[in-house]
């Protein structure tokens, strides 16, 4: 009798551990759906963060694929500047040497003619021996 009288004590208490154990498992419970809550507004919190991210991402690609072609139409701009002004100096290099070269002509014409006149002039100075 005894031994049923310790075996009920014992099932009595394990019974009483069982149930005490539920309450702290309730309370576990609210605090892991507490924890499960915060999180949850962290990750709602980091998704916000990451959707702002994302559209000042997006506006300063915009704005940098906006320079790129600024800078790609002034550098296109300015080769043909460089490009026209170029071949206006070599047109104007050309027509100098053109008009060098057509006065260096008449000069050489002149000069074979000088040569031509004086020695038509030797000739006749020139006494048969």
């Given at each position: 009798?005894v031994?049923v009288?310790?075996v009920?004590?014992?099932v009595?208490?394990?019974?009483?551990?069982?149930?005490?154990?539920?309450?702290?498992?309730?309370k576990?419970a609210?605090?892991?759906?507490a924890?499960?809550?915060?999180l949850?507004q962290?990750?709602?919190?980091?998704?916000?963060e990451?959707?702002?991210?994302k559209?000042t991402?997006r506006?300063?690609?915009?704005n940098q694929k906006g320079l790129?072609?600024?800078?790609?139409r002034e550098k296109?701009?300015?080769?043909?500047?460089?490009s026209?002004?170029?071949?206006g100096q070599?047109?104007?290099?050309l027509k100098?040497m053109g008009?060098?070269?057509?006065?260096l002509r008449?000069?050489?014409?002149?000069?074979k003619l000088?040569?031509e006149q004086l020695?038509?002039?030797?000739?006749?100075?020139?006494?048969p021996?």
């Amino acid at each position: 009798m005894v031994f049923v009288l310790a075996v009920g004590i014992i099932v009595i208490t394990l019974i009483a551990g069982c149930e005490e154990g539920q309450v702290p498992s309730g309370k576990k419970a609210r605090l892991i759906s507490a924890e499960n809550m915060q999180l949850k507004q962290q990750l709602q919190q980091r998704e916000i963060e990451i959707e702002k991210l994302k559209g000042t991402h997006r506006k300063e690609l915009e704005n940098q694929k906006g320079l790129i072609e600024r800078c790609q139409r002034e550098k296109k701009l300015l080769q043909e500047k460089l490009s026209g002004k170029f071949e206006g100096q070599l047109n104007e290099f050309l027509k100098g040497m053109g008009e060098e070269a057509r006065k260096l002509r008449e000069e050489n014409e002149s000069l074979k003619l000088q040569i031509e006149q004086l020695k038509a002039e030797l000739e006749k100075n020139v006494v048969p021996m």
